[in-house]
């Protein structure tokens, strides 16, 4: 999608402070994959490191604090910006290749790049922030199966994403523009998005302004945004259309709480098949 070209790659130094953002909550987040992972029955011990793919991996949150958990994690994003500080983040934790590495590609080439350096095999995979989401349900089709074949049997694949169900609830105050401040980069994005039911697809604007000195707003970038969005029950039937068996649903990473129409995420388990 060129829009999110635009934004992740060329520019990605606009964005960034969005990802830092959440650095803060990695932590928690990371451990409430493991507790998922362990309650499936992958544990990570002195003797054991189960190996995880973290998609569209970012600067590296979740990939890192899995790390330090003990997990093998490869990290595959498109962004060279954003990798570049993974990979320094990585370094400041002490973290070295043996336990979280960084690898630059397409998720449309996610199969195909993994499958030349030997990165196959995964115990488990992870599609955070709503980074498994596409314009076509096809698109996201094609990226469930490359992970499929990715995967050991019995892998696991946790899936976040927007919540169709909460979005339509709270629509109305969406098409006003939301600001966020981003204090240490001056930087606000300011969103507006609303649903075209014809299509099933998330329609709306980002606007990324600097905050000067004056308290004057500076334009940096705008991007038009197009992106489908889940119900439970039709990211359940993706997942099984390819291959994965559901294994149930929490609305929230950190707290691993039951999924509700309240729930801004649906956090999605599931276990390959076959």
């Not at 910006?81 to 320094?88: D, G, N, S």
């Not at 927007?162 to 098409?175: E, G, T, V």
């Not at 609303?194 to 705008?222: A, C, Q, T």
Request: charge should be positive; proline fraction near 3%; glycine fraction near 8%.
């Amino acid at each position: 999608m060129s829009e999110w070209h635009d934004l992740y790659v060329k520019n990605a130094s606009v964005y960034q402070p969005v990802l830092e953002a959440g650095l803060p909550s990695a932590p928690s987040e990371a451990k409430g994959l493991a507790k998922i992972f362990e309650v499936n029955g992958l544990r990570s011990n002195g003797e054991v490191r189960p190996r995880i793919l973290d998609v569209s991996c970012g600067i590296g949150r979740h990939s890192i604090h899995l790390a330090r958990l003990g997990y093998e994690v490869v990290g595959f994003d498109f962004s060279p910006h954003f990798l570049r500080t993974a990979r320094r983040l990585a370094k400041a934790e002490g973290l070295g290749k043996g336990s979280v590495r960084f690898i630059e590609g397409d998720t449309k080439e996610i199969r195909r790049i993994l499958e030349e350096r030997g990165e196959v095999g995964f115990d488990a995979i992870i599609c955070m922030d709503t980074s498994i989401v596409r314009k076509t349900i096809q698109e996201e089709i094609g990226i469930l199966q490359s992970l499929h074949r990715l995967a050991r049997k019995g892998a696991l694949l946790v899936i976040e994403t927007a919540n169709r169900d909460n979005f339509l609830k709270h629509q109305p105050y969406l098409r006003l523009p939301i600001v966020q401040s981003f204090p240490k980069a001056r930087l606000q994005r300011h969103l507006r998005a609303s649903y075209d039911s014809k299509r099933g697809l998330i329609v709306g604007d980002w606007r990324f302004y600097r905050e000067l000195p004056n308290k004057d707003l500076k334009h940096l970038l705008s991007v038009d945004i197009e992106s489908n969005i889940h119900s439970r029950k039709d990211l359940r039937e993706a997942l099984e259309g390819t291959g994965w068996k559901y294994v149930r649903s929490y609305g929230s990473v950190q707290r691993l709480d039951r999924l509700t129409s309240d729930s801004y995420h649906i956090v999605m388990v599931a276990r390959k098949a076959s």
